[in-house]
């Protein structure tokens, strides 16, 4: 008898990313909502150190990290659809874009999203042209893994959803057709996925709540 629940918000990309992970293997699991202003106690004991969402309890035992807990769930329920591709070499090299998004393409679209003026012009240039190498991936190929849709997909889905929510949250343009086509058709083909599109958050809702995210974060900083 498999006992799993997801701490999650309404709003995480990264635990969004599980909750696809979870549906494409068909595991049942509970879905446990957190206010991340006043964390329950749960929270707190699963993921002591960084206190985040998502956590992954499985029979009992917290899985922290949204890149870890894929992997995990993919060595777990390992019938059927599998997420990393075959092989050290496609494995490492699966790793190493995941990686890329992790610390840069995502954290540069960030800055750009949540800056202004100057600050936003300049912040711009990094997230396009990580951008940029993230379009030449999709050269000959309908998903990042190929022919079929794999781990890169779920770890650059964020892009089919959230990216449009940044740009007008933070009133910037980077998703341009004419530079981006194979990131455009990816997004159309990728957002057509069933269990894609029947989980993403409300994009009025997240724009919302992303404004209010930008506001508060550029207050902040002008107070320092
Ligand atoms: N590196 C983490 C990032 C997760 C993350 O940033 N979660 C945010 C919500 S989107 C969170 O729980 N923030 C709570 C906080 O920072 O206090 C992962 O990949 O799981
Ligand atoms: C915080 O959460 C606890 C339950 O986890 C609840 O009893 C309490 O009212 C909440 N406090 C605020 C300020 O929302
Ligand atoms: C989906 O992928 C195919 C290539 O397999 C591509 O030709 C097409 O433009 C993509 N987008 C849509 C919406 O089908």
Redesign the pocket.
């Known amino acids: 008898m498999e006992d799993v629940k997801l701490f999650r918000t309404w709003s995480s990309p990264y635990a969004l990313m599980i909750v696809w992970a979870l549906k494409l293997k068909g595991v049942e699991y509970e879905t446990i909502y957190e206010d991340l202003a006043n964390k329950s106690s749960l929270l707190l004991e699963y993921n002591p150190v960084h206190k985040k969402v998502p956590v992954l309890l499985h029979n009992g035992r917290p899985i922290c990290e949204s890149l870890v807990i894929l992997e995990y769930i993919d060595e777990t329920w390992n019938t059927g659809t599998r997420f990393l591709p075959e092989g050290p070499l496609a494995r490492a090299t699966t790793r190493f874009w995941s990686k890329f998004n992790a610390e840069q393409v995502a954290p540069s679209v960030f800055r750009a999203y949540v800056s202004e003026g100057v600050e936003q012009e300049e912040a711009k240039g990094p997230a396009l042209q990580n951008l940029d190498i993230v379009e030449k991936q999709l050269i000959g190929k309908?998903f990042f893994g190929g022919e079929t849709f794999g781990f890169l997909d779920l770890v650059f889905g964020w892009i089919a959803h959230y990216l449009e929510v940044f740009e007008k949250a933070g009133g910037i343009e980077l998703l341009d057709k004419q530079r981006f086509p194979l990131i455009s058709?990816w997004k159309?083909?990728f957002s057509?996925i069933l269990v894609i599109k029947e989980n993403w958050p409300d994009r009025e809702k997240l724009i919302t709540k992303f404004q209010l995210m930008r506001e508060y974060f550029i207050s902040t900083a002008a107070a320092k």
């Open positions: 309908k058709a159309d083909n057509d």
